[in-house]
């Protein structure tokens, strides 16, 4: 059985999607993280020498990274959540499939830094200069970037359902998470109506509502 190593408010939570949407029996083993640096335990090193999650197990094999679980879900157990090889519809497929953790989570990676930046501990003098580092950051790099990001997609879903030709996809698994995470950091405004819409589908899914049941409260860090 696969047994699904989860940490809380993490991307593990798209594998347990992903779980649900292929029907498979697994088994969670649920790690939670500290209140207060926000990291995983000690106890996530035990199952990955870098302590992240997701990962899984699969009989003797392990799998970490959340891309390359996906992948690996979907050739071994669920052929049909991707477009057949060698489609225009699969070459979608694998381009968002690598733009979700490639060229989007970088940008808001670093907005959630610089957002952090002002509220982290320091002498109340050195207080103003770190809030014109985060804003400088944001203005010359982090809201351009992540506006002309969200605009490109936002153009893509213009009369699309799905983010890889006309079905759901492990693509769609992919591209929710940061997707959410610019919605709970106040990214996804009126600018972006597909966008917005988009994710909604997702989170009304069946299965999208089945995983958060069995993984419990799902937020995002720094939201």
Request: avoid cysteine.
């Amino acid at each position: 059985m696969i047994t699904v190593h989860h940490l809380n408010n993490s991307r593990s939570q798209r594998i347990l999607w992903l779980l649900e949407e292929a029907d498979l029996d697994y088994e969670i083993k649920k790690y939670m993280r500290d209140a207060t640096t926000m990291r995983a335990p000690q106890a996530l090193r035990d199952v990955h020498p870098l302590g992240k999650s997701p990962v899984i197990s699969d009989g003797e094999t392990v799998i970490a990274e959340s891309g390359a679980i996906v992948e690996y879900l979907v050739d071994t157990y669920a052929p049909a959540l991707k477009p057949e090889a060698g489609t225009p519809a699969y070459r979608d497929y694998v381009y968002w499939m690598h733009f979700a953790e490639g060229s989007l989570m970088t940008p808001l990676l670093l907005k959630l830094i610089s957002d952090q930046m002002p509220k982290s501990k320091a002498p109340f003098f050195v207080k103003p200069v770190i809030r014109q580092v985060a804003a400088r950051l944001r203005s010359s790099f982090v809201d351009p970037e992540l506006a002309s990001l969200f605009g490109f997609i936002e153009s893509y879903l213009e009369g699309r359902e799905w983010i890889a030709g006309d079905a759901f996809s492990g693509a769609d698994i992919q591209l929710t998470f940061p997707l959410e995470a610019a919605a709970a950091r106040g990214g996804l405004d009126e600018r972006y109506p597909n966008l917005k819409a988009y994710v909604a589908r997702m989170q009304a899914r069946p299965a999208y509502k089945a995983a958060i049941e069995r993984g419990g409260a799902y937020g995002i860090v720094g939201s």
